[in-house]
């Protein structure tokens, strides 16, 4: 029986990658066979509670757990609290508070923690994460999304003087299956038409969408732009929105759809020659192995999903991400279709993990675990 803590997903209106890990993952042992409560946190008592019937009907969404996949009963002494989401920030409880409340139960915490990112960033936030990661010391078992997010997590706990700390910690990357949908592979390119680009994330700087707008006007005052832009993903940054609005006030060829339901976005990464997220700083960056599922290669940054990744083949990997390096890899992939021939076939051969694998392998760590 494992325990899933769901509380900013069963409520939070969108889908970002931590909130798709938090779904993907209960669905994914609850394919497996393994019982799945879903748990909040309940501040007037400071003690886990059972998610209700909303929560579960809006974690259903995006490929997440059928509400009646759900066990609702607090999970037997011994069983472990599967936590994939952030637990910082002035609404979320203390980590203390949690090691208490599965103290209290008999139950032992796992993390899957995705990256030191915040502590890069001036003010509240980087106090809450750190907060956040030196409280993961006191968890049972942590699993890290890629090899440098445990790099990282380790030196942060050196340097914070916890010198020998008892938590297990290894690495388990992520899977780039899009819950729910099938792999599907890349098909010929109509070289004749003016490429199809899809850039899947967030509105926020990290994303680093202004260095592509401004390569975009760069080749277009060039008329070396040959191709169409689609955006998807939450606004989350009003400066970034901006920017998006007045790079289409000049005529630069993008439409933002904003946030999209999965089914919708199956469609896109179809109608796409090639993804693009030229990301500044990320934990791991599914979104670059989502398209590789959907059998469209990926212009990227060396993300840690690749760098983790046995073949990288279907990616053309950015050495640099400013505006004029993106405009220049951009210009090369138009003049050499036989480097889009071949990132086409490339992507198809990739080995990639579905989220039952991911869960598979969570479930060997925890037993070996268990074992030892």
Known sequence: MFGIYCHHTS??????GIQRCVRATAAALHNQG???VPLVWNPITSCFGLANQVALEHLSLWGGPAVDSWCLQLPTRGSWIVVIELISGPNQP???????SADQNGWKLLAIFHDDIPLSWVGVSAKYHSNYMLGLADYNFVLATSSSTRTALEKFWDQNGLLSVKTKLTALTLAAEIPAIPRKYSQPIN???PLQLLFVGSLEPRKNHAALFKAMAWLQAHSELFFNLVLVGWPNNIEVLAKLERAQAIGLPIVYEG???DEYLVELYANSNLSIYPSLLEGFGLPVLESCW???PCIASAVPALLDHKGITGCYVLDKLDWFSIASALLCLQRNQDILLQLNDNVNKMELKSWCEYASNL???IQKYDNF
């Open 11 to 16: 409520i939070f209106p969108h889908n970002t």
């Open 363 to 365: 479930l060997a760590n």
């Open 94 to 100: 203390s980590q203390s508070l949690l090691r208490a």
């Open 294 to 296: 959907m059998g469209t």
């Open 259 to 261: 946030v999209v339901s």
């Open 191 to 193: 070289l004749l038409d």
């Open 34 to 36: 393994e019982l799945i």
